[in-house]
């Protein structure tokens, strides 16, 4: 394994670990939704501008920050899939938005052969079917309590990501990186109308900021670190993600999800780690 392969894996183990703070963080902030949105918002989208600013730095300015239809267009649909993403994590368990979001390839998968009839592969179908069965009985698990509704939420959240996947291959032009940063500055801008911000405690201000900065570098360690690996193994090594946010559930919140979740989620960590390991 060369250097720059090194590098490249632990940058993208990096970024799963910063992201995967996300469930933790959202449910440390007091503040509701909306405002956590606007802070993240604010903070991670100026610190990804000042990331496409820098590494576009051979170029004309006005070049580096030219989004385009398209490009506004995949900031819209990034918007609404982070804002159910943070919402989510509101009105459900941790681990079970964690196990939702994993099975985002698959329903990438399933809209890429629907809108571009791409070709899906029988592995791919296999796993895809064991996915959608562990979300059955992480979702089954929640019905009669609060947590079914943040379920709902977290599957629409994930369909929206698997969009975002698709159009970034439909769109392969477009800055994705920085409709990253726009689709944040559109939630700073949107949650602003709806809520107060400014209306929150001091311990809040401290989360929200580590919140906007996490997201941040995330975007930017998983950039960085894909451009130095093959896709098939930074996908492999970004499913991370998933345990890595169930056990710092667990470690610092003391978040246990019930029984129908963790073997939900067995089942999806597994199609998603074998499908993960065979492709790469």
């Known amino acids: 394994m ?8 632990l940058l993208v183990i990096a970024s799963a670990l910063v992201f995967s703070l996300s469930g933790v963080l959202t449910k440390t902030i ?12 604010l903070l991670g989208g100026l610190l990804i501008a000042a990331y496409v600013a820098w590494s576009g730095r051979q170029r004309p300015l006005r070049e580096s920050f030219r989004l385009g239809r398209r ?17 989510s994590f509101k009105l459900t368990y941790i681990a079970n938005v964690a196990v939702i979001y994993a099975t985002a390839p698959f329903m990438a998968a399933a809209l890429g052969w629907w809108l571009m009839r791409e070709r899906v592969e029988w592995r791919t179908l296999v796993a895809g079917g064991f996915s959608v069965l562990g979300v059955l009985i992480v979702v089954a698990g929640g019905l009669g309590s609060g947590s079914i509704g943040g379920d709902a939420v977290a599957v629409a959240m ?18 994705v990186v920085l409709a990253g940063a726009a689709s944040a500055l ?12 400014l209306a ?7 989360f929200l900021a ?6 941040a570098v995330a975007v930017v360690l998983w950039t960085e670190g894909t451009r130095m690996i093959p896709a098939a193994e930074a996908g492999l090594l970004g499913s ?15 978040e246990l999800p019930p029984a129908a979740s963790l073997i939900g989620g067995g089942i999806v960590l597994a199609a998603v780690f074998t499908h993960a390991a065979r492709s790469a």
């Open 71 to 87: 490009g506004w267009l995949l900031a819209t649909v990034g918007s609404l899939a982070s804002l159910a993403f943070i919402f």
């Open 200 to 206: 929150v405690s001091d311990r809040d201000v401290l």
């Open 30 to 41: 007091e503040a509701d939704a909306w405002t956590i949105a606007c802070w993240r918002g």
């Open 186 to 197: 559109q939630l700073f801008v949107v949650s602003w109308l709806v809520v107060d911000p």
């Open 158 to 175: 994930t369909l929206g990501n698997a969009l975002y996947i698709v159009l970034i291959r439909l769109f392969r032009d477009s800055p």
């Open 240 to 254: 991370a993600e998933t345990p890595f946010a169930i056990l710092l559930a667990w470690l610092l919140l003391a």
């Open 210 to 215: 580590l919140f906007g900065t996490c997201f």
């Open 2 to 9: 060369s250097e720059a392969h090194l590098l490249g894996v």
